[in-house]
Structure formats: C-alpha cells, structure tokens
C-alpha cells in the first residue's frame, strides 16, 4: 500500500529504505510503511471518540434516528434511505454504477439498474477487489491506523453522502474525497479520519467519498483484444469520472450545489486529483481540487501499458481474442495473475519506478499525452488548486529509537545509498533551509522530497487558475515525539477529525487548533477558490519566482522558496 502511495510523490527516485545501512551500530528492520489495523479497535476507538466530537450534541437527547419516513432520498435510479446520527444525514453504500463482475469487468462502468421502492443505505459499499489478506499482523500499526475494511467484491462502484439537509432548498458546496493507496489498495472509509461528519456540520456542506476499481482489476490495457477492450487500462479512473456525474446529477437532492464541488484525495488520492482535473469529460463537474501528499503531471505510456497487456493474456495462455476468458476468472486469481505478467514484463524489460505500475494510462481519449497542466486553453484552466505535502513522510525512527541518535556522517551515509551519491551535498542543503533540524529529522525532510509536487505546481501554473502551496510539519506527542508529521496525518486536520483519528493526534486542543484553522482554509477554498480566512495569515498565490508556501504547524507562516 505505501509502496504504491510512495509511486506518487516521488516518482522514479523514491527512496529504497530497505538498503540503509546501520553504519556499523545500526541495521534498520524492515520498515512497516504501510499501517494497517483491526476493525474491532476501529469500531471501539469509533464510538468513543465520535461521541467527543461534535460540540453541538447533548448526550441525553436521542442521538441516531432511523425510521420509514426519515432520511429518504431520491436519486435518478430510486430512492435511498439513511438515517440522521447528531443532526447529520449519512447515506451509505449508495450505488453510482452496475456491477463490474463477470461481462462488466474491464468495461467503462454502466449505470446501475433502477429499483423500486426504497433502498436501505445504511452501510459502507463493498471495497473494490484488492489484496486484504495480513491487514492487521502489526501490533503498533493495528493502534495506529486502524484501517477499515470490510466485504470485498467487483460490485464495489458505492458512494457515501453525508449532509446537514435534504430538503431546506439550500445549495451547499460540495466536498468530493478520493482515498489513498496508490491505484491498488484502498476504499472510501478506510481510516476513520475520512468520515465527513464533522466537517459537514461546522462548514455547512455536503460530503462525499467514492469506491472505484483499482490495481489490474482498474487498469489492465487489453486494447489488444479490439472491441469492447479498448478503454480497459482507465476503467478504475472513468469510474471516477461516472462517480462525479452521479454528483453532478443527484446532489442538489442531498441538499448540495452542483456547479460547486471540489475534489480532494491524498497520496494515491492526490494522483487521482491532478488526473480527473485535465480529463476533458470532467469539465463542468470539477470546480476546484486539492491534492494531499500525492500528484501527477502525466499518466502511464500506452505502449507501456499495451506491452503488459500481451503478457497478461499470454500468462494466461490466451489469444487476444480470448480475452473474454479473463472475465469469468476469479477476481483474486486474476490480480495474481496481472501482478506476475507484469513483474515478468518489467524484469524483461529493465523498467522500474513509479510507471511500471497499474494506473490511468495517457491514451490519448480519456487521459492526455504529455504534461496534464501544459494546454492553456484546457477545462482545467479554469480549477484552482492546492498542493501539500507533510514534512516527514516517511518515519523511520517511530518504532526505533536508536535511529534519533544517528549523526550527520551516518546521514550522509544512508542519502548515498539511497540516492547513489552526492549524500554531503544533499544534507547539507537541507541542513541550511532547517539549521533547527537534527540528523534524524533532516532524514525525514529528504525522504519526503518535493522535487515531484513543485515540478507539478509548476506546470499547473501555466494556466490562469490559482495554485496555492502548502508544507504540513505538525509533530504528534505519540510514541515519544518520533511519528513527526507523517504520511496521511494530515487529513484528520483538513476534515475536523483530529478527535475523531485520536490515535494520529493524540486529541485535545492542540491539534484541534490548527484543525480549525486548516478547515476554515479548506471551507473557503470550496466556496471561493482563495484558502485565506481569518486564522492563518495572508497566505499568497504560489508562483515560480517566489514560491510562497504556507507553512502549517502549531504557528503557521507563509516561507518563500523554501524547496529551492
């Protein structure tokens, strides 16, 4: 999972942690980069800390209300019933498209069936076919990330809504969340910092999360095999697509505005972002974007993806025009067999990094050649954006103390190993933008490299929208101070979570400070494409000449090219 996450911010260069060197005193363990947890802690941490959030609940009136005539809904294809829990409607599971088993796999997503009567809507939709098996063998990460998931299948295409009101006529904006994971693992509930309870009620807007197809199962290029094959390798994203038509279609019926939705995703999430935004069949369904830890310039090469594909079909011993077959595989067995035609192709082939993997392909229809942000006069000129990143995405040292101690001659050591040379170089301009860093935490700073986010951001800027940079360097007080600010902790602070994802935070008041601050900057985005608002101060457009970046912590200040 945080490999695939890990594609996405740096591309090409990402760091290798497993061959650092001990330098004689230390060896580094293999890193659990990916945190995954126990549903039962999730359930329990849940319940308790979502009944500290809110502050405009009294414990002794009735809380949740469920019944035949609250909390129905309708949409295009029928209605849907919820339930009310502390003055916000939440629908889940709400279908935005059919199936994608047996015939539908590898096609475009088609509409689901319209049904009679009322559908319950009451929990999360299926998680998109991925591997699951061995979530929550890690004690400290189980603590940690506690990661939600639960039934798993191809009918998987489910959105989940949350919302002040349905039927007072009122136009909110509308937030859209893309979850993480790369293009392989995820789903739309996956941390409890992802619930939207909270920030639907204090922004007065309506909340969405989406599933979507992922890894072979989304973006297996079987164009090889002619008609009804030739989209196959961007099915996961035109879901996405179809998800925000969904949106576009029925939100004004959950109470929310449709010519005003933002999209925001994290990590693979922030991929996913930069790619909808330049896809021409978005235009009119986007109308900003943000992008957490995670983005993109351009998508996969076709002949890439149309070499896997080959292989794909002859692991599997088949013609291309055979390629039917592969729709009445096992779901699992078939993400195996994708996973070892392409490890097999990519070994053949010498390819490694961040497009030697299952993601959107630039084929030219759906996705553009080249640079996403180059063409000035595209829809996506017109989509202000913030980029942002966290300070420490990787955090080598939390579960290994030693490694606070290591000084700067280990540094440099572990930085050639890494990136091949040049160690002294690279720390020491680090250590000349931080002087206040020690060797442990200048580690930190380098294994999260923004080379990738200001290349894009760049780009972006040669369009008229406003671009807005960010830099998230909030340290928790858990495990002795050493998560620092770390992949994903940062959502909790966008969405007003910071209680409810207690296990990232701590909880209390300090982050619940700079969480207001973050999700007043979030509110206003939404509303007017400009993040300033009271709590923070002036926070400018980014530009190449200066590259203005709003510095978030405990005391938050704008900083100038400081990734220069």
């Not at 699992?332 to 070994?347: G, H, P, Q, S, V």
């Not at 000349?432 to 986010?453: C, Q, Y």
């Not at 209390?508 to 993040?531: E, H, Q, V, Y």
Request: aromatic share 10%; hydrophobic share 35%; net charge neutral.
């Amino acid at each position: 999972h945080y490999t695939n996450d890990f594609h996405h911010i740096w591309g090409d260069k990402r760091p290798n942690v497993m061959r650092i060197s001990k330098s004689g005193i230390m060896k580094l363990k293999t890193v659990s980069l990916l945190c995954v947890g126990s549903v039962l802690l999730c359930g329990i941490l849940a319940c308790s800390n979502q009944a500290k959030q809110s502050t405009e609940e009294n414990n002794d009136e009735q809380q949740l209300f469920i019944g035949d005539n609250i909390a129905v809904a309708q949409t295009q294809y029928g209605k849907v019933k919820g339930f009310i829990l502390k003055g916000i409607y939440n629908f889940r599971g709400v279908p935005y498209g059919a199936s994608t088993a047996g015939e539908n796999r590898f096609i475009p997503p088609r509409e689901p069936e319209p049904w009679e009567g009322i559908r319950p809507a009451v929990f999360w939709g299926d998680t998109a076919p991925q591997k699951t098996k061995g979530k929550y063998r890690n004690s400290y990460s189980t603590l940690v990330d506690h990661w939600n998931y639960y039934d798993v299948s191809e009918d998987c295409l489910m959105l989940n809504i949350w919302t002040p009101g349905l039927t007072d006529n009122k136009k909110r904006p509308v937030l859209v969340w893309l979850h993480g994971g790369g293009f392989t693992n995820g789903n739309g509930i996956e941390q409890d910092g992802y619930n939207g309870e909270n920030i639907s009620r204090y922004g007065d807007i309506v909340f969405v999360s989406i599933n979507h197809r992922l890894g072979p199962i989304g973006f297996s290029d079987l164009s090889v095999a002619g008609k009804g094959f030739e989209a196959s390798g961007n099915v996961g994203i035109l879901d996405l697509v179809a998800g925000l038509k969904w949106v576009h279609n029925n939100i004004g019926q959950f109470g929310g505005d449709p010519d005003n939705v933002t999209i925001i995703g994290q990590s693979g999430g922030g991929s996913k972002v930069c790619t909808l935004v330049a896809m021409p069949e978005t235009q009119g369904l986007i109308h900003k974007a943000i992008a957490l830890s995670g983005n993109s310039a351009d998508a996969i090469d076709k002949n890439y993806s149309a070499a896997v594909g080959k292989v794909i079909l002859q692991e599997a011993g088949l013609k291309p025009s055979e390629a039917n077959k592969l729709q009445q595989m096992p779901w699992l067995d078939y993400i195996e067999l994708a996973n070892r035609a392409m490890a097999k192709y990519n070994e053949q082939a010498g390819i490694t990094g961040r497009r030697s993997n299952f993601g959107p392909i630039a084929d030219g229809t759906h996705i553009p050649m080249g640079g996403f942000f180059t063409n000035p006069s595209a829809p996506s000129a017109n989509i202000p954006m913030i980029f942002c990143t966290t300070n420490c995405e990787f955090s080598l040292s939390r579960d290994n103390s030693t490694l606070e101690q290591i000084d700067k001659k280990q540094l440099v050591e572990m930085i050639n190993q890494m990136k091949g040379g040049n160690g002294d170089k690279i720390v020491d301009a680090y250590a000349k933008a931080f002087p206040d860093k020690k060797p442990i935490e200048l580690l930190g700073l380098i294994l999260s490299s923004r080379e990738n986010v200001i290349a894009t951001a760049n780009q972006k800027l040669t369009q008229k929208a406003p671009v807005y940079l960010a830099w998230f360097g909030w340290n928790p007080p858990l495990f002795d101070g050493r998560m620092r600010a770390f992949h994903c902790l940062d959502i909790c602070f966008w969405l007003k979570n910071t209680d409810l994802m207690i296990t990232h935070t701590g909880g209390g008041k300090r982050p619940r400070d700079l969480s207001m601050k973050m999700t007043d900057a979030l509110l206003n985005f939404m509303r007017i494409g400009n993040p300033n608002c009271a709590g923070l101060p002036e926070w400018p457009q980014y530009t190449a000449e200066k590259g203005a970046t709003m510095m978030l912590n405990d005391v938050c200040e704008v900083v100038y090219d400081p990734d220069r």
